[in-house]
C-alpha cells in the first residue's frame, strides 16, 4: 500500500490588512520513487508587509524554497530544506537591496 497525503490551502487577510500577503505552495511526488527519496513539502510564508512589499517578499521566497527543492541534488532532506531555505531569503534580501536603491537619496 502507498503512502498518500491530499492538502489544501486557505489563508486569512486578518483584521489589520485589507490584502493577504501570505504566499503558500506546495511540490507533491508524481512517483513512488520520488515519493521515497523527497516525500512532499508545503511551503508557507508569512508576507510581512511593514514596508508594503510582502506580498513581493512572500512569494519570491516560496517560490525560491519550491525552485531549489526541486532543483537539489541533495540527499538528506535536512540538509536539502536548509539550502532550499536559504535560497528563499536570498531571494527576500534580493527585493530589500533593490527597494534600498530605488529609495537611496541622490545627492
Keep these: 500500500m502507498a503512502l498518500g497525503a491530499r492538502s489544501g490551502m486557505l489563508t486569512d487577510v486578518g483584521r489589520r490588512r485589507q490584502v493577504n500577503e501570505d504566499w503558500c505552495g506546495s511540490l507533491e511526488p508524481t512517483t513512488a520513487v520520488e515519493r521515497e527519496r523527497r516525500g512532499w513539502l508545503w511551503v508557507v510564508a508569512d508576507g510581512v ?31 536539502c530544506l ?18 534600498r536603491q530605488a529609495f537611496r537619496p541622490t545627492a
Design 49 to 79: 508587509g511593514a514596508y508594503g512589499t510582502g506580498e513581493e517578499a512572500s512569494h519570491a521566497a516560496g517560490e525560491a524554497i519550491l525552485a531549489a527543492w526541486q532543483q537539489s541534488p541533495e540527499a538528506d532532506p535536512a540538509r
Design 82 to 99: 536548509r539550502s532550499c531555505i536559504e535560497s528563499g531569503n536570498r531571494a527576500v534580501s534580493h527585493i530589500a537591496a533593490s527597494l
